[in-house]
T-cell receptor, first 112, second 119 residues
């Protein structure tokens, strides 16, 4: 079946540090991959996406590259800010018509 | 920028009472989803509509939960009677309803959610 595995949190960083949140997936065919961010008490916001192998999604300084050979979609940011503190969810949407499968989420805490 | 609307944002109820949540998707989005998110976990799909038809309700506890999207636009999710274990965030999302394949996707956009607390 389809599944997403994320690194466990919390990830604690100082402002301006480099961020990596690992995400690997299991799926057949050509899934789309997503990162969503959830701020406390809020819904999920789409952060970035990639629809085929080697695509790089990017937004607000965050990047992730769809690596089919390693079945990964790691999220990176070169310099985090306190305002980036949130929970980040990796998700996949399988080929055809189907539903999102989410990872368990990774909490990021950035201190000044 | 178009958004998914949900109401109420917060709901506190006592067990055995009935509760209802409302969702208005982005205009033109054929597919609507209701998710439940327990604190500290990822969202889990409860029900998926394509226009007014249910296409997946396999995870919906049908003895107490019901959902409808009568005119294929907005939707209501109801719980009757509510139980303590129903305390969670209920998220609505919508998408155009496209087939996913090589280079093509169907992005889901989420509303702000309804936080339900059952006492």
């Amino acid at each position: 079946g389809n599944s997403v595995t994320q690194m466990e949190g919390p990830v604690t960083l100082s402002e301006e540090a480099f961020l990596t949140i690992n995400c690997t997936y299991t799926a057949t065919g050509y899934p789309s991959l997503f990162w969503y961010v959830q701020y406390p008490g809020e819904g999920l916001q789409l952060l970035l996406k990639a629809t085929k192998a080697d695509d790089k999604g990017s937004n607000k300084g965050f990047e992730a590259t769809y690596r089919k050979e390693t079945t990964s979609f790691h999220l990176e940011k070169g310099s985090v800010q306190v305002s980036d503190s949130a929970v980040y969810f990796c998700a996949l949407l399988p080929s055809g018509y189907s539903t999102l499968t989410f990872g368990k989420g990774t909490m990021l805490l950035v201190s000044p | 920028e178009a958004e998914v609307a949900q109401s109420p944002r917060y709901k506190i109820t006592e067990k055995s009472q009935a509760v209802a949540f409302w969702c208005d998707p982005i205009s033109g989005h054929a597919t609507l989803y209701w998710y439940r998110q327990i604190l500290g976990q990822g969202p889990e799909l409860l029900v998926q509509f394509q226009d007014e038809s249910v296409v997946d309700d396999s995870q919906l506890p049908k003895d107490r939960f019901s959902a409808e999207r009568l005119k294929g636009v907005d939707s209501t999710l109801k719980i009757q009677p509510a139980e303590l274990g129903d305390s969670a965030m209920y998220l609505c999302a919508s998408s155009l309803g496209l087939a996913v394949g090589w280079g093509r996707t169907d992005t889901q956009y989420f509303g702000p959610g309804t936080r339900l607390t059952v006492l």
